[in-house]
């Protein structure tokens, strides 16, 4: 069984910036293509950016894109996302991701596709 824990949310102005780190336990992490979704109120979970077993690849959403960063560090079992200029429309829970490598043709940013979820943390930013 796969457990991931997110940590790093909070409350932040327009423009500033947050880093969420999603720890991992159960397997070795390498072996999972993982990513960030979120979910503001009222609306569906969306996809935020994904990130393969290696690193080597990353796809982000449109609206993150050049303003988020997606990292991992498999000896550590741990993943981040780096969130800059940050918008109030960012607000909502953020969940950590993980799926099997190879399970599914990259790139991945269908929640469809992801097996296992994290509890989420709140991300808020105010205008």
């Known amino acids: 069984q796969v457990q991931l824990v997110e940590s790093g949310g909070g409350l932040v102005q327009a423009g500033g910036s947050l880093r969420l780190s999603c720890a991992y336990s159960?397997?070795?992490?390498?072996?999972?293509?993982m990513g960030w979704f979120r979910q503001a109120p009222g609306k569906e979970r969306e996809f935020v950016a994904t990130?393969?077993?290696?690193?080597?690849?990353?796809y982000y959403a449109d609206s993150v894109k050049g303003r988020f960063t997606i990292s991992r560090d498999n000896p550590k079992n741990t993943m981040s996302l780096q969130m800059n200029s940050l918008k109030p429309e960012d607000t909502a829970v953020y969940y950590c991701?993980?799926?099997?490598?190879?399970?599914?043709?990259?790139?991945?940013?269908?929640?469809?596709?992801?097996?296992?979820w994290g509890q989420g943390t709140q991300v808020t930013v105010s205008s």
């Open positions: 991701a993980a799926v099997a490598a190879g399970r599914h043709t990259w790139p991945l940013f269908s929640v469809d596709e992801f097996d296992y």
């Open positions: 159960g397997r070795t992490l390498s072996r999972y293509d």
């Open positions: 990130i393969s077993w290696s690193g080597d690849h990353t």
